[in-house]
């Protein structure tokens, strides 16, 4: 297996990333992240100035995660260089990319220029931990945001996915009264096996009257201008959803109503710990990669 990497682009979860592998006597070449004043001057961490020579010194690549905000460039946050998906793609020929959230239309490219593409997202193992810190995080921003404890709030939790079944699980731990709402009679069952009330999605309106904090975790619109008419205006909403997300954010600003857009909480409220499924998860692609 490798021991040589090339980092291109990428937030604090990537910089975090670079230096655990580092320390993992792994040869960690950058580009993209020269304003990251914590890979300067460490061991085994090369910081190189051209697009071309970070990627000529690897085999294996590691993208930004997301891998890109507009479709045209890659995510680089902590880089003023600008590096365009075409231009790293022609670049990268023959490699293997590894990069989170990628767009069909990366993949099409990827296939042009013959590199083996990868979406760590997509990996179960890395989904799966990630869901331990967003629960986290959205417990973090409950306390932070409502002028009660949690203890004996009425949380309502929409969707009962990888995300819903570890939040709900923690808010209970609180001694928080949570109703997980679902549509699949099956789903329904498992959130009365797992000790929770349970909601049909479909029957939500008056309902939502009661309850102090709603959490949607559904990538769909939920809380749709009608259904938004029923929430308390004490009530604190919280959106885990990617976009568009799963509550009508007009509707709430036009009611006055508290909403959190919550996105990609694991590398903002634990980015170490996230960091570290990460390269768990980038070793795992490569034993299966090298198996072949």
């Not at 950058?30 to 990627?55: F, M, R, S």
């Amino acid at each position: 297996m490798s021991n040589q990497f090339a980092v291109i682009g990428g937030d604090l979860r990537i910089i975090e990333l670079v230096k655990i592998l580092a320390k993992e006597n792994n040869i960690v070449y950058t580009y993209g992240l020269e304003k990251a004043e914590q890979l300067k001057n460490l061991d085994n961490v090369i910081i190189c100035e051209k697009l071309t020579q970070v990627v000529k010194e690897a085999e294996v690549v590691i993208g930004p995660i997301p891998f890109s905000s507009n479709g045209k460039e890659i995510n680089t946050p902590f880089s003023d260089v600008s590096i365009s998906i075409r231009e790293l793609m022609h670049t990268l020929n023959a490699k293997i990319l590894i990069a989170g959230t990628i767009s069909p239309e990366v993949y099409d490219m990827a296939n042009d220029e013959y590199i083996e593409i990868i979406d760590i997202m997509k990996r179960e193992e890395l989904a799966v931990l990630n869901t331990v810190s967003t629960a986290e995080g959205t417990i973090e921003i409950a306390i932070s945001n409502t002028n009660k404890i949690l203890h004996g709030s009425k949380v309502l939790i929409l969707g009962f996915g990888r995300i819903g079944k570890v939040l709900a699980r923690k808010m209970a731990g609180l001694s928080a009264r949570v109703t997980c709402a679902a549509r699949k009679d099956e789903d329904l069952a498992w959130i009365k096996a797992y000790g929770h009330d349970a909601t049909n999605i479909n029957t939500l309106g008056e309902n939502l009257s009661d309850y102090d904090i709603i959490i949607n975790t559904v990538p769909h619109l939920i809380l749709t201008k009608e259904r938004m008419e029923y929430v308390s205006e004490e009530c604190l909403l919280i959106d885990l959803a990617s976009n568009p997300g799963g509550i009508d954010k007009k509707a709430a600003k036009d009611r006055n109503l508290k909403l959190i857009w919550a996105l990609a909480l694991p590398g903002k409220v634990a980015p170490v710990t996230t960091a570290e499924f990460i390269k768990d998860t980038i070793y795992n692609i490569l034993k299966e990669i090298y198996k072949k």
